[in-house]
């Protein structure tokens, strides 16, 4: 008889009821509910009761409150830690003097008793401060929104001013369309907006074919100039060799 490999897994199987709980039947309602939560557990062996106050007193407990319910929770741990300074400076002296003292059980009773209030005095203060942790993360993470919030703002700015500085560089050129008789918010028709942009590309063209004509005419006044120039050049250095030429040839003569 052949025998099958048992598999193993790291972690256990689901039960066999959890294959009912499939989305047909959860649409269709035909799976059990789930078991009701229970509202007393116990962890390591303490009972606790959901319908009960989260931190029980120390009379429900059966236990002796030491310090004041109406009092400051610091004072009232200071009193409880001098206290138990007190006690156990006490069951040294007794430890000292006759460790098989009886005074030696009562001592150790009286510091468990103090450290218990202490203990639950600190559980008390936990709500305390878990709201004021909670209230620093939310003020930081307020903080944190606003920054970013604020760096948003500064960059949306920056966009809008490049954005407006490339608008004014760059002149809109609109085409002829049928909503041209549209006014816009400010009365002004798309017809008037049209021509007044008509009328400024028309000014800066013949602006520039001035300055266009302006300089080509510099450039033949120069040219003309640069000629005369040359000319009046020309005509000196003839004049100068013609006046020469008559002593050239008395010297000749002469020698």
């Known amino acids: 008889m052949t025998t099958h490999p048992v598999g193993v897994s790291s972690f256990p199987q689901p039960p066999e009821y959890a294959r009912q709980y499939t989305d047909a039947n959860v649409a269709k309602k035909n799976v059990l509910p789930p078991p009701i939560i229970p509202s007393e557990f116990t962890v390591f062996g303490e009972e606790y009761n959901f319908e009960e106050e989260m931190i029980r007193s120390l009379q429900s407990q059966k236990m002796q409150q030491l310090f004041s319910s109406n009092g400051d929770w610091r004072s009232e741990l200071k009193k409880l830690n001098r206290s138990t300074v007190a006690a156990f400076l006490d069951l040294l002296d007794i430890l000292i003097r006759c460790p098989n003292h009886p005074e030696r059980l009562e001592k150790i009773s009286n510091l468990r008793l103090l450290f218990i209030n202490m203990h639950h005095l600190i559980n008390e203060y936990r709500p305390v401060q878990a709201r004021d942790a909670l209230q620093s993360m939310m003020k930081l993470l307020i903080k944190t929104i606003e920054e970013v919030t604020s760096r948003f703002r500064t960059y949306l700015a920056m966009g809008h001013e490049a954005l407006n500085q490339v608008i004014d560089e760059v002149p809109p050129?609109?085409?002829?369309?049928?909503?041209?008789?549209?006014?816009?918010?400010?009365?002004?028709?798309?017809?008037?907006?049209?021509?007044?942009?008509?009328?400024?590309?028309?000014?800066?063209?013949?602006?520039?074919?001035?300055?266009?004509?302006?300089?080509?005419?510099?450039?033949?006044?120069?040219?003309?100039?640069?000629?005369?120039?040359?000319?009046?050049?020309?005509?000196?250095?003839t004049d100068t060799e013609k006046r020469l030429s008559p002593s050239t040839s008395r010297l000749q003569m002469e020698y």
């Open 173 to 237: 050129i609109l085409s002829a369309s049928p909503m041209l008789n549209v006014e816009d918010v400010s009365g002004e028709s798309l017809e008037e907006r049209v021509g007044a942009i008509e009328d400024t590309i028309s000014k800066r063209r013949s602006s520039y074919d001035e300055a266009r004509k302006t300089i080509v005419s510099r450039r033949e006044a120069w040219r003309r100039d640069v000629i005369l120039c040359e000319l009046l050049d020309n005509m000196g250095d």
